[in-house]
């Protein structure tokens, strides 16, 4: 059966390889952006000319995709472009237009219908999901603890029961490829990009619960992405901005960060790779970013681990590769270096300026349409192993809803959450806490429940948890923007408290560690302090002088309820 399979695919490879123009071929090496809930006739105009490799899918981030290079620095020029006559022209200040995953899946339909009309060719739909739901979380959909929680607790069995659970909600919706698992080892506590995002500091953690999470993905049929080749756990710098150096030698890099890799790709495991937007000269000694580096591609991933499947790049368009090539040219040296699929989330003219840069490449010479045809057969192969050739993906959106809505995701959600909560301190001695004292809540609102904001995932919902166990909990809310006023509605109050409860969570964009200061603060008001924090490092985040500290790995709907649960050691009122 599995001979007749083999051949079955082969066949229709070796027709589509014969069939396509070479532009066609380019676009099925191409993932671009669909961020929001509308499709611009360009994109439609784009699949119906070329056909498409994937989407990359950004439902409730915005409404239209923002670069993340500041504005004038360098290498704008190579991304900056005057609007099309078609393109999404939006004020990123209006949130996306909110609507239910059957909505949703039949969206996705639909571009799937235009693209596998075209010689029948599958269209992916890949998102971002590492915790906490990723950019779209519907009613009923898993908003799982970060990946640190899990390796903290060292459960690889609830590492692969969760994801299993979160690819059949993604599935329902039509989501078929994550970027995810992270497999980057943080073995720095400062390090401002990954931090609780990897499943630790030891690789051999890593490297299991990546592994099981791997397992549960592929169980439901949903291809997980490793990330960032070669490992980005040891950096000081966010490679959204700018280029960042990794100055590890290369023993250290592949007895650490390249280990999850190596023992992974043996065990023949990996479905896709995404390489980091990095330098590491311990790997090749010239400097090139490792995106777009050979030695580190080709030489050591695909010859040196033995690794044969799918290479994906992170978004093209980050700070530092735009800094120093156009992105045409960091595409086709990235196809160079041994990648198979580039990710363009740009929403405008970049991506007819990469296809134009891939075919001219490929008619050159700089690039033969054998290497092509080679990662064309990579990426099919895996499309076809999960199933998106037989009817392009298209997924049954009545059954949607009621998917997402099954009550045994809600309890593994629930497990996973209770599980990877922990006292990191509680000096004072407050825990449980006594549900008939003054509390007041000082809630954090993080981007995640901005961006979901409805009656499963919303600011204010730590608090509707808390009020089921002690029904005279006060509540002030802050952002980074309102610190100073979240904390002068607190001191009107502060004399009638018996105890604070406050929530934190690390930005990566809160350079100057704002939110550490504030909590610290709070002490000046005299009364006893608990904690709940979603990072546990005091690097980043947490305050020495604080002395009751939670963390949950999350501010999302399952953790929030566990924690609700945690805080008062008992059943609700």
Request: charged share 25%; aromatic share 8%; glycine share 10%.
């Amino acid at each position: 059966m599995l001979d007749d399979q083999n051949a079955a695919m082969k066949r229709t490879m070796d027709k589509l390889l014969g069939e396509l123009s070479i532009e066609e071929k380019a676009a099925q090496l191409m993932v671009l952006g669909l961020t929001g809930t509308l499709v611009e006739p360009e994109l439609l105009e784009f699949i119906g000319k070329y056909g498409l490799g994937g989407l990359r899918l950004s439902p409730h981030l915005a409404r239209k995709f923002v670069r993340y290079l500041p504005e004038g620095s360098p290498g704008s020029e190579n991304v900056v472009r005057k609007p099309s006559l078609h393109e999404k022209i939006f004020d990123n200040g209006v949130p996306p237009m909110r609507i239910a995953a059957a909505e949703y899946a039949e969206l996705l339909n639909g571009l799937r219908k235009r693209a596998f009309e075209k010689h029948g060719l599958p269209l992916h739909m890949v998102a971002d999901y590492e915790f906490g739901g990723g950019d779209f979380t519907p009613p009923g959909m898993l908003s799982l603890p970060a990946p640190m929680g899990f390796g903290r607790l060292g459960d690889t069995e609830l590492v692969r029961r969760t994801s299993a659970a979160l690819g059949k909600q993604l599935k329902a919706i039509g989501i078929d490829w994550i970027h995810s698992p992270v497999v980057d080892v943080n073995v720095n506590p400062h390090n401002p990009e990954i931090y609780i995002r990897s499943y630790g500091e030891n690789a051999d953690t890593v490297t299991n619960c990546a592994g099981a999470a791997l397992e549960g993905l592929k169980a439901s049929g949903v291809i997980g992405c490793l990330k960032h080749y070669p490992g980005r756990g040891a950096c000081a710098e966010d490679a959204h901005f700018g280029i960042s150096a990794i100055t590890l030698s290369r023993k250290e890099m592949l007895d650490i960060h390249i280990k999850p890799y190596a023992a992974l790709a043996k065990a023949g495991m990996i479905p896709a790779v995404m390489p980091a937007h990095s330098v590491y000269p311990g790997l090749d000694d010239s400097g090139e970013i490792a995106t777009v580096s050979a030695p580190i591609i080709t030489g050591v991933l695909r010859e040196e681990l033995g690794y044969d499947g799918v290479i994906t790049t992170d978004s093209m368009t980050m700070g530092g590769l735009m800094a120093k090539y156009s992105v045409g040219e960091a595409c086709v040296k990235a196809i160079e270096a041994g990648v198979d699929l580039l990710l363009l989330k740009d929403e405008n003219v970049l991506r007819y300026e990469l296809l134009e840069a891939l075919v001219k490449a490929v008619k050159s010479g700089r690039i033969s349409e054998e290497r092509i045809n080679k990662s064309l057969e990579r990426v099919w192969t895996l499309k076809w192993n999960y199933g998106l050739f037989e009817n392009g993906g298209i997924v049954d959106a009545a059954q949607t809803e009621k998917t997402l809505l099954k009550k045994e995701f809600r309890e593994i959600g629930r497990e996973a959450a209770r599980k990877v909560i922990h006292v990191k301190r509680d000096d004072d001695k407050l825990l449980p806490l006594d549900p008939g004292k003054k509390i007041l809540l000082i809630d954090r609102v993080i981007f995640s429940q901005l961006s979901r904001n409805d009656s499963w995932n919303h600011p204010a919902m730590f608090w509707e948890f808390m009020l089921k166990y002690a029904p005279g909990v006060a509540y002030v809310d802050y952002q980074p923007h309102t610190r100073e006023k979240a904390e002068a509605a607190a001191s009107e109050i502060m004399e009638q408290i018996d105890y604070i409860v406050v929530t934190a969570h690390f930005d990566r964009n809160d350079h100057d560690h704002a939110d550490k200061k504030f909590l610290s603060g709070l002490k000046k008001f005299g009364k006893p302090v608990i904690l709940v924090s979603s990072n546990p490092y005091e690097e980043l985040l947490i305050p020495e002088d604080i002395g009751t500290v939670i963390v949950t790995y999350g501010l999302m709907r399952e953790s929030l309820e566990a924690v609700s649960e945690f805080l008062f050691g008992g059943a609700e009122k």
